[in-house]
């Protein structure tokens, strides 16, 4: 005790007082009167807004996070978690889990997305259990975007999986260098971790037969799986509904979705941030034919993405989320002998699934056919399999179940008849008159219509509020005679500025790439892209003219296009010839691959230019970009870049593989190509 609490002490022994003084009662009925008025009064406008969250919170559902919960919750004991850019992933996982009920066991399936992945190693709390992974992969080997967290977890886990069971099925294509990256990835992480590997990697091949590789993957994976859990197929091979349908006869039209990808009434109120759930309505201000002759229609579209907030790069992917044609839709309907226009759900019958409807509900069949689902594909074995049922005719029934069976005999069938033929869903009701199936089953095992990619075909420096596409319009004859069209570029194709004005729109967003230009604007580069694989190079070179107004050091700029004729379809012949006059391309070849008796591509040219090519690219560190197709011009490149290396580098044919290889991994060769 110091002095001053001694001497406190002493006063107040020597001469008690009352505990309050008037003064002591007068300063705490002041703070007192403060307090209350602070909590009762000024506090009072802030804590309307709480309550008002506190109750919007509570009304909307809590969605688990925790699969292992979830399983247990639900009496599960197969996960399939799917990694998916298109829905084939997606698609192919739904399968899976379904199949589980005919071996006696529950599957579920799952986005890796939307659950916490670190919970892997609890799965041996769950017996008799195991994990499947569908993994497509995406771009230059990466995984796809709902797979992305998950593949950042595997990398940095150091989790024990011992005692998990698991198997991968990869979706990917052989045209591209990183071919099922991902599927390999995760099956020998796992496997590194512990894990036990139930069944073989499964590696499909996109550009093959994705179907076929999946089902002969998933004849010998159900085996592998009752042999090692000491359980036999139940015999129950009958369809499973998983969707009820739910006919609204008397519904609020605000309530109806009439084509929005997420958000009800995002069409009509637009609102920020615009991305994949939320695209922007962008306006077509320009749509104009490229090509001066032939019988294509190449066509150059302008999207005005004024007040959208969105940026871009030059080599960023522009999404579009197209509708399929009306008449086909019309004639779908006519030959179900149904009314479109029902308001109408479907509805998951798991009512503890994250996925209640299998597309936005409610709305009507016209709209689910138009802007949801995906009738102009070829459908999968699994949609015969279940229309079986509705065939009448038993050779017709006799015919789908064996497209589905997976026996080498039904493989061919399929492949003849439904992939080469390229029939799809109406096609192959119009051929099939005995199958009547009921509508809303369609409607359940048709797969999403996916948004479709675009290389922009400008630069965001030059061209901030505007984006710009160039792309093909897909129309052919099939070996039935019927006419296939694409469907998006038959539907940006209509998309035309009316006489009086009017601007049709596009729902679309952006999605990043990692095909960039040098940092350095002063490095060389060397751009390679026939045909509509100009797209990104216009954007490329509308960047390089940029930085030279701007007074900056840019280094050669050269491009390899190619077409079939100069006055047919040298797209953008007039811009091109323009950049190259003021010296921002230093170098425009063109191959015109029908002008003469010998088809000339474009690796024919960069073969003729060899010594200053390999001069760039091993001294002045140019950086090469091949746009176009993956399957014949891509492969063609590399192997002309390959050459090089070799006649003039003087590097044997593995050290010439070698070299080019590097230069993928330090980003000096890019690739944004398409099979």
Not at 186 to 192: C, I, S
Request: glycine share 6%; net charge negative; with cysteine.
């Amino acid at each position: 005790m110091d002095d001053a609490e001694s001497h406190l002490q002493s006063d107040q022994e020597q001469d008690p007082e009352p505990f309050l003084s008037s003064v002591d009662i007068f300063i705490f009925s002041l703070i007192s009167g403060l307090l209350i008025y602070w909590f009762f009064f000024r506090r009072k406008p802030t804590t309307a807004p709480e309550i008002r969250t506190v109750t919007s919170t509570v009304s909307q559902p809590v969605r688990e996070t925790s699969f292992i919960e979830k399983m247990k919750k639900t009496n599960r004991n197969i996960v399939v978690f799917y990694g998916s850019q298109t829905g084939t992933a997606e698609d192919f996982a739904n399968r899976l889990a379904k199949d589980a009920h005919r071996y006696g066991m529950k599957g579920m399936a799952a986005d890796p997305e939307e659950y916490d992945m670190s919970e892997l190693s609890r799965l041996r709390e769950i017996s008799n259990s195991m994990v499947v992974f569908c993994l497509a992969t995406y771009g230059e080997g990466d995984p796809t975007d709902n797979a992305q967290e998950f593949y950042d977890w595997m990398q940095a886990a150091d989790d024990s999986l011992e005692g998990i069971n698991f198997a991968v099925f990869g979706l990917g294509n052989k045209t591209y260098e990183h071919f099922n990256a991902m599927g390999k990835y995760t099956d020998k992480r796992l496997a590194d971790l512990g894990g036990k590997r139930i069944y073989d990697l499964g590696l499909g091949d996109d550009d093959s037969n994705l179907e076929e590789d999946f089902i002969s993957w998933k004849e010998q994976f159900w085996p592998a799986v009752c042999e090692f859990f000491g359980v036999e197929a139940t015999g129950v091979d009958s369809s499973i509904r998983q969707f009820e349908l739910v006919v609204h006869n008397d519904i609020n039209m605000n309530q109806v979705y009439t084509g929005e990808v997420g958000r009800l009434g995002s069409f009509q109120t637009q609102k920020l941030p615009f991305d994949s759930k939320n695209p922007f309505l962008a306006s077509v201000s320009v749509n104009r034919k490229l090509n001066k002759g032939g019988n294509r229609h190449l066509m150059h579209i302008e999207l005005d993405i004024l007040d959208s907030k969105i940026r871009y790069d030059a080599g960023d992917h522009v999404a579009v989320y197209p509708t399929n044609d009306t008449s086909m839709v019309s004639k779908l309907g006519k030959r179900l002998g149904v009314d479109l226009d029902i308001f109408m759900s479907l509805k998951n019958l798991d009512e503890e699934s994250n996925k209640k409807h299998p597309f936005p509900c409610p709305t009507t069949y016209r709209t689910a056919l138009t802007h949801y689902l995906d009738i102009n594909n070829p459908p999968r074995t699994n949609v015969l399999y279940e229309l079986a049922q509705y065939a009448s005719d038993p050779q017709e029934q006799e015919n789908l179940h064996k497209m589905a069976s997976g026996s080498s005999e039904g493989k061919a069938l399929y492949q003849s008849w439904v992939v080469a033929a390229e029939r799809n869903i109406l096609s192959i009701l119009e051929d099939l008159q005995s199958l009547q199936p009921q509508i809303d089953h369609l409607c359940e095992l048709l797969p999403r219509l996916q948004a479709r990619y675009y290389s922009i075909a400008s630069s965001g420096k030059v061209h901030p509020s505007s984006i710009h596409i160039c792309a093909v319009v897909v129309e052919y004859a099939t070996k039935t005679g019927r006419v296939f069209k694409g469907v998006a570029t038959n539907w940006l194709k209509n998309k035309v500025v009316t006489d009086n004005g009017h601007k049709p729109t596009v729902p679309m967003y952006v999605r990043r790439s990692q095909f960039r230009l040098p940092f350095k604007p002063s490095n060389p580069v060397v751009m390679i892209g026939p045909g509509t694989g100009i797209a990104p190079f216009i954007g490329f070179i509308q960047e390089r003219a940029w930085h030279k107004e701007q007074g900056k050091d840019v280094g050669e700029t050269i491009l390899y296009f190619g077409c079939r004729h100069r006055n047919e379809d040298f797209l953008y012949q007039q811009e091109l010839e323009e950049f190259e006059r003021a010296g921002v391309l230093t170098q425009l070849n063109v191959a015109f691959s029908r002008d003469q008796e010998h088809k000339v591509y474009v690796q024919h040219l960069l073969k003729k230019n060899k010594e200053h090519l390999w001069k760039l690219i091993h001294f002045n560190n140019a950086h090469i970009y091949v746009c176009g197709d993956a399957r014949n011009m891509a492969r063609g490149v590399h192997a002309a870049f390959h050459e090089i290396a070799q006649e003039v580098g003087g590097l044997t044919h593995t050290q010439a593989v070698d070299y080019f290889k590097k230069l993928m991994t330090k980003g000096r060769y890019s690739q944004d190509v398409w099979s």
